[in-house]
């Protein structure tokens, strides 16, 4: 992926960052509530041999060092402890002091560093004078002065004091690891909507998998989805805009040529093929152009139950001679759209599509109208679409956001391509309303289109 398409994931997934960011936040301030607070009380001792006739300096050292080894374990032990726990009238058993008991010395040094975990700030720095002085009086009491030997002494560097905080929990620490966590998180689940969710979700998706031009974007809206007229009724609403953006930008896709005929389709069925081509043509009509809707759907037509008109006779019944094409187109609306119903449905709607009278019935009918649209099958179930964009000018390829998978999107295009048929263009449908915005500030400036 490149940076630009990271980005994209971002912005579209920051909703998911935010709330798994916040998600983990509050589980690490749960844990910080819940758990109990400790405290540490540290002290230094300093090990040091007194002069001895029979020892020179560097092997005092050596001996002070080896005798700080001994009393890290020793510090840790009974004979040490047991005093300190009743000295402090402690309700804890010597070994299980040990527990809360941490000593160490750094390699080289003579330096005893002793740590006293206890969840009361004054009892741990209670307990490390205690040990201090225990220890003391254990090590006075194994070690004895003889001749030519010298003496140990413990001298206490640092004293313990009672601390001012707890050292665990530490609250900015956890509730840090909380947020990367729950970022951490977050972008996973990002990752893997990304992977796992084809389905086109905006205009950069269809970006990626073509470089056709974006004719217009339409709006979701839940009449659209019933089949209802919205170009004709709904004037001046940014739905019934997007219609006339689509069709100005209709005009322009084949500026300089005669045939004017465009085969509106989708990849899968339910993406809103029909309600488009229902409104676009209404939206065409409206501005004043001689337009002819002709309903190609010669499986599951629907135009003409959608329009209200009566659709027993129609495009078949042209075709196949029975009637003539005069007597079968109605007008609808005030405008008086014309409009061909598909008529009875066939047992071969494909070989009629395909068919010589096909051809020669589209030729007739760019002759007379300026623009004609046919409402066709979706690509992916059955070839009608691509069958009769070979007889128009292109394909215009409907792609509902949010329905369609990017397989599917880019399996139609390749199915139009294999056969040589043109696409003209796509038109995104079901966008959020924000994603109109682009479109209504890129043709705020009404493009003036001579009618014929």
């Not at 840090?176 to 951490?184: D, I, N, P, S, V």
């Not at 152009?289 to 135009?303: F, I």
């Not at 009875?344 to 494909?350: K, Q, S």
Request: hydrophobic fraction near 45%; aromatic fraction near 4%; glycine fraction near 8%.
């Amino acid at each position: 992926m490149e940076l630009h398409q990271y980005v994209r994931v971002l912005k579209r997934g920051w909703l998911t960052l935010v709330l798994s960011a916040l998600v983990a936040l509050g589980a690490a301030a749960v844990v910080v509530a819940l758990l109990p607070a400790t405290y540490e009380a540290e002290t230094r001792i300093y090990v040091s041999v007194d002069d001895a006739e029979s020892y020179d300096l560097s092997q005092r050292s050596i001996y002070s060092q080896e005798l700080v080894r001994s009393f890290v374990e020793l510090a840790q032990s009974s004979a040490v402890l047991g005093p300190v726990v009743e000295d402090l009238a402690l309700e804890e058993t010597p070994r299980e002091l040990a527990d809360r008991i941490s000593v160490a010395s750094q390699t080289g040094t003579v330096i005893l560093e002793v740590t006293v975990t206890d969840d009361n700030p004054e009892q741990a720095a209670a307990i490390a004078t205690s040990m201090t002085a225990a220890l003391d009086d254990v090590v006075q009491g194994l070690t004895t002065s003889t001749e030519g030997s010298g003496s140990v002494t413990l001298t206490t560097v640092e004293e313990p004091f009672t601390p001012e905080g707890p050292s665990f929990p530490q609250p900015m620490n956890i509730l840090g690891l909380g947020l990367l966590a729950g970022l951490a998180i977050g972008i996973v689940l990002l990752a893997m909507r990304e992977v796992l969710d084809t389905k086109v979700r905006s205009e950069d998706d269809i970006a990626e998998l073509t470089d056709q031009a974006v004719l217009g974007g339409v709006q979701y809206d839940r009449r659209l989805q019933k089949g209802q007229v919205i170009a004709h009724t709904d004037v001046g609403s940014p739905l019934t805009e997007s219609f006339s953006t689509l069709g100005t930008n209709l005009q322009f896709l084949a500026v300089g040529q005669s045939a004017r005929s465009f085969v509106i389709s989708s990849a899968i069925e339910g993406e809103g093929k029909s309600s488009i081509a229902v409104n676009l043509a209404i939206s065409l009509r409206d501005a004043g152009h001689r337009v002819l809707l002709v309903d190609a759907d010669l499986r599951r037509p629907r135009v003409a139950p959608m329009l209200g008109l009566e659709g027993a006779v129609g495009l078949t019944d042209v075709l196949s001679g029975r009637v003539d094409l005069p007597d079968v187109v109605q007008l609808w609306g005030p405008d008086q759209l014309e409009v061909l119903p598909a008529g009875t449905v066939p047992p071969n709607p494909i070989e009629l599509l395909g068919s010589e009278a096909m051809a020669e019935l589209v030729a007739a009918l760019q002759q007379e109208y300026e623009i004609v649209l046919f409402d066709a099958p979706p690509l992916l179930p059955v070839s009608d679409a691509r069958v009769l964009g070979a007889h128009c000018s292109g394909v215009l390829l409907v792609v509902a956001v949010g329905k369609v998978q990017k397989p599917q999107l880019k399996k139609a295009i390749e199915a139009l391509r294999l056969v040589d048929v043109k696409l003209l263009g796509l038109v995104p449908t079901m966008l959020p309303p924000k994603a109109i915005v682009g479109y209504s500030s890129a043709y705020r400036q009404p493009v003036g289109v001579e009618s014929r």
